[in-house]
């Protein structure tokens, strides 16, 4: 996939999340001033009371300017299934992507138009930069949207 076309994909994704949707589920967790440690694994558990519709899953990064890197690799595992998952968030140029001024918030569609079949959703992440302890990301979130 060339730097266009992640770009656009980035780009999608906050179109995506720009438009008025019914949010189901949101929660943020913070990660420690010294960074994200390669060993910490961020558990999101999601009750779910609709298990008809089909929702989407997004994941928000909050980062600073401190965040060495123009890309970002996490692990997700929601049920069995890892999935390793890289995105941008800066451009080629180096100018970040998403938004806010200090805290840069860059949202991620993970899953689309998943039905949730169980009363829990449990959504694992993982940092998969190969840094002992990752510096720069303030918060990890996960939205669930219809």
Same mark, same amino acid.
């Given at each position: 996939?060339?730097?266009? /076309?992640?770009?656009?994909?980035?780009?999608?994704?906050?179109?995506?999340?720009?438009?008025?949707?019914?949010?189901?589920?949101?929660?943020?967790?913070?990660?420690?001033?010294?960074?994200?440690?390669?060993?910490?694994?961020?558990?999101?558990?999601?009750?779910?009371? $609709?298990?008809?519709?089909?929702? $989407?899953?997004?994941?928000? +990064? %909050?980062?600073?300017?401190?965040?060495?890197?123009?890309?970002?690799?996490?692990?997700? *595992?929601?049920?069995?299934?890892?999935?390793?998952?890289?995105?941008?968030?800066?451009? $080629?140029?180096?100018?970040?992507?998403? *938004?806010?001024?200090? +805290? @840069?918030?860059?949202?991620?569609?993970? %899953?689309? *138009?998943?039905?949730? @079949?169980? /009363?829990?959703?449990?959504?694992?992440?993982?940092?998969?930069? %190969? $840094? +002992?302890?990752?510096?720069?990301?303030?918060?990890?979130?996960?939205? +669930?949207?219809?």
């Amino acid at each position: 996939m060339t730097v266009k /076309s992640r770009i656009i994909v980035v780009l999608s994704s906050l179109l995506l999340v720009a438009c008025s949707r019914s949010t189901m589920y949101t929660n943020y967790q913070t990660i420690p001033l010294e960074g994200w440690s390669m060993d910490s694994v961020l558990r999101f558990e999601v009750p779910v009371t $609709d298990t008809v519709n089909a929702y $989407d899953v997004l994941l928000h +990064i %909050r980062h600073t300017d401190a965040y060495p890197y123009q890309n970002m690799w996490l692990f997700a *595992n929601d049920g069995g299934k890892t999935d390793t998952i890289e995105f941008y968030l800066a451009d $080629d140029r180096g100018r970040w992507l998403g *938004n806010g001024q200090a +805290i @840069k918030d860059m949202p991620v569609l993970y %899953r689309e *138009n998943v039905v949730l @079949k169980d /009363s829990l959703y449990i959504l694992t992440l993982e940092e998969g930069m %190969r $840094d +002992i302890v990752l510096r720069g990301i303030s918060e990890i979130g996960v939205e +669930i949207v219809r």
